[in-house]
């Protein structure tokens, strides 16, 4: 796509939706790797708000079994199939476990959704003896300098007011989370990615907070972004940075 394609497409915001799989970042091996090495025992992980997966697949490699639980059927309708994976459509308060069963419990990137005491109640029930417990979150994607005053700009101040609440904890790292668990200590781990535009403003596309400000009739404002960044980053097709630093809370159940 050239600069002055993306100039003018003034409805380029409104193609997110369903090309959210497709531009949602993945984590890095290292993060399951952590994971299973953090756990006192390999039988059995659940991944809480699996969405479609990601990590739960990547779980796989370092447990014996892995069940990922999320309330959207659509969801784990669409989860890529693992050996040693079983999904279930089941909401975070009430889990699909037998009471001691999971030596690791996972949520990534969605436990902000949760109804957070019901949450851990279940995580206790659940819990195997000397079990772990880690909520993952990544907010605010770090560009290149060149890029970065605009987009944070965009992010903070003009599409800011359209975030849901619960993206306050996410953009704390769930630091604001009451955390009922002795913590441990975690290492810096980060998702990056090689973009081009296309790529970057389709996954800005997909934003919950892109998709209300469009529907409060703030289009301008997005094709305006959509019109800086692309005079800021040059050629169109020329592939940049993109990381996202992850936030680990881990804990012994």
């Not at 890095?28 to 006192?40: D, K, T």
């Not at 990601?54 to 050996?83: M, R, W």
């Not at 296309?198 to 529907?215: E, F, H, I, M, P």
């Not at 703030?218 to 692309?230: C, E, G, P, V």
């Amino acid at each position: 796509m050239s600069k002055d394609e993306i100039k003018a497409r003034t409805n380029w915001f409104d193609a997110g939706g369903h090309d959210y799989a497709k531009f949602r970042p993945e984590y890095p091996p290292e993060l399951a790797r952590f994971l299973g090495e953090s756990s006192n025992a390999s039988d059995l992980a659940l991944d809480v708000g699996c969405g479609n997966g990601q990590l739960t697949a990547q779980l796989a490699e370092h447990f014996k079994s892995v069940v990922g639980v999320d309330p959207s059927a659509e969801q784990i309708e669409n989860a890529k199939p693992s050996t040693g994976v079983e999904y279930r459509v089941a909401p975070a308060e009430k889990l699909p476990l037998a009471d001691g069963q999971a030596n690791l419990i996972t949520a990534a990137q969605s436990a902000h959704w949760f109804d957070l005491p019901a949450f851990f109640e279940e995580v206790q029930r659940v819990a195997a003896k000397d079990a772990t417990v880690a909520l993952i979150s990544y907010g605010i994607m770090e560009l290149e300098p060149a890029l970065s005053d605009r987009f944070n700009q965009f992010y903070w101040d003009e599409i800011g007011p359209y975030w849901p609440q619960e993206r306050k904890l996410v953009d704390s790292g769930y630091a604001d989370i009451l955390f009922p668990f002795p913590e441990r200590a975690t290492p810096r781990i980060a998702m990056q990615k090689r973009w081009n535009l296309s790529d970057l403003l389709g996954y800005v596309s997909t934003w919950s907070a892109v998709k209300s400000a469009g529907r409060a009739g703030k289009q301008h404002m997005l094709t305006t972004f959509a019109s800086d960044l692309s005079e800021l980053w040059g050629d169109p097709g020329t592939l940049r940075t993109v990381a996202w630093p992850l936030n680990i809370r881990l804990g012994d159940v």
